[in-house]
């Protein structure tokens, strides 16, 4: 759904920046060891943190919070190359807080899996949080378990427009360089993973898994970054597999698959002020299957910023079944609990899909539903065939507000 997050993560900026400027004012004061621990202490020989030797324990009952805590504080706080090892096991842990800079570079080897506590009352937001790092690795064949089904009766955003957030599983902010590669991403309580005001990050090889029907579970989503990469990736949760926020810029996503969820989206676009642009977003080589939605921009009709979603290529995308195999929306309004006046401030242009094949489980294989105060602009469709599979109806495509320059196949339907 991501709409939610937005407002949580400028509080966090807000918090941050307080705390960095608190930080830096106090920087004599004897407590400075808080900030990150020495390596040389003893809890990480040879540069690597074991949890295990820090009291932490794999029988998925003890909390493990405090040994993952001070394994951060030595390892952020040593020079040269730093591991958290987290070893075979599973280990109950309440939020973390990771934060940055670090004195060196912090690898984060998950092994094992990390519960995520379902005391709600623990989190003041989110649960592993990593902020202000550079250089950051986190890999591994373990899993981020977020325990989510024991809360999502509690998530109330489907009749809420401003709900209580329930925690992200994985939250990276200010991170330039990183690597998220190998782990698994379980039944989180709201997003997967959050990636906000980061740059060069590369995420893949993750399994990011929760039920269908489970509550804003969106896979990954991100804002306000650039060169976010996220590769060979499987993706099915109960909302957007990867929603690209506002803020995003130079996006690469190639070898998703995607489904169950919501689809691949650019947005929602246009839920608060000063939304910064999209640009430069290129979809490859992914699959979507049984998925609401395939290839998606949303933006809400009533925008509270002006922004623009430009230079956005979808290339070699399969559907299987698929609900809205393409989809722009500019207005979106999720749940019906938004106010609509048709005044967008959005505007959408170059858009192109090249190869785009497989089967629509509903007639409208494209929809193109633009405002009529800023048309859709420079779409392209090249090899577009996207086939409906039920029975007693042909395949459609929807055009509204929007100019398209279509080659190939979809020639003969009405959008051109
Ligand atoms: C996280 O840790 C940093 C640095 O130790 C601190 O400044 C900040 O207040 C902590 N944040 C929370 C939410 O506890
Ligand atoms: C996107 O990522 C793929 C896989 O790593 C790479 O081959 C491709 O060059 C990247 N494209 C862009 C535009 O960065
Ligand atoms: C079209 O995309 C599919 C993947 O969906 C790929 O297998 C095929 O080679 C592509 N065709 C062309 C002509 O690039
Ligand atoms: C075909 O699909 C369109 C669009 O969903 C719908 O309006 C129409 O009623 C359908 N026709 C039949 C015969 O079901």
Redesign the pocket.
């Known amino acids: 759904m991501a709409f939610t997050n937005n407002a949580m993560m400028r509080a966090l900026f807000l918090l941050a920046l307080v705390c960095a400027a608190q930080a830096g004012g106090k920087k004599d004061d004897a407590k400075k060891d808080d900030a990150g621990g020495d390596a040389k202490g003893g809890s990480c020989p040879d540069g690597t943190c074991d949890i295990t030797k820090l009291g932490a324990s794999g029988d998925g009952k003890t909390d493990s919070t405090k040994a993952l805590q001070e394994a951060w504080a030595s390892a952020c706080g040593g020079t040269g190359k730093n591991t958290i090892l987290i070893p075979k096991g599973d280990y109950l842990t309440g939020p973390l807080n990771y934060t940055g800079p670090c004195k060196g570079d912090v690898t984060i080897q998950v092994d094992g899996n990390l519960l995520a506590s379902t005391d709600l009352s623990l989190y003041k937001g989110n649960w592993i949080e990593i902020l202000r790092v550079e250089n950051l690795v986190i890999t591994g064949k373990g899993t981020l378990d977020g325990q989510g089904p024991s809360v999502w009766s509690k998530n109330s955003c489907a009749k809420k427009y401003d709900c209580k957030i329930l925690p992200n599983s994985l939250v990276l902010d200010f991170i330039t360089k990183g690597e998220v590669s190998g782990i698994t991403l379980l039944n989180s309580k709201f997003f997967h993973m959050n990636v906000f005001q980061c740059k060069d990050v590369v995420i893949k090889d993750v399994t990011v898994t929760a039920p269908g029907d489970s509550p804003n579970t969106d896979g990954i989503h991100m804002g306000d970054s650039s060169g976010i990469s996220i590769v060979n990736t499987v993706i099915g949760v109960g909302d957007d597999c990867i929603s690209i926020g506002p803020g995003s810029t130079k996006i690469n996503i190639t070898g998703v698959t995607c489904g169950p969820g919501h689809g691949i989206s650019i947005g929602s676009l246009g839920r608060y002020k000063d939304e910064k642009d999209v640009t430069d977003v290129s979809v490859k080589d992914c699959t979507l299957k049984k998925s609401t939605n395939g290839l998606r921009i949303k933006a809400y009709e009533d925008a509270a910023s002006v922004l623009t979603a430009s230079k956005i290529h979808y290339e070699n995308v399969k559907m299987e079944d698929v609900g809205n195999p393409i989809i722009i929306d500019m207005k979106y309004c999720p749940n019906k609990i938004c106010t609509s006046s048709g005044a967008s401030k959005v505007t959408v242009k170059d858009v192109s899909f090249k190869n785009i094949t497989g089967t629509s489980s509903?007639?409208?294989a494209v929809s193109l539903l633009c405002s009529d105060k800023i048309p859709c602009s420079g779409v392209t469709m090249d090899s577009v065939n996207v086939e409906?599979s039920g029975k007693?109806?042909?395949t459609?495509a929807?055009c509204k507000n929007a100019k398209v320059t279509a080659t190939a196949s979809l020639k003969e339907l009405e959008c051109a």
């Open positions: 509903t007639p409208e409906y007693n109806n042909k459609m929807v």
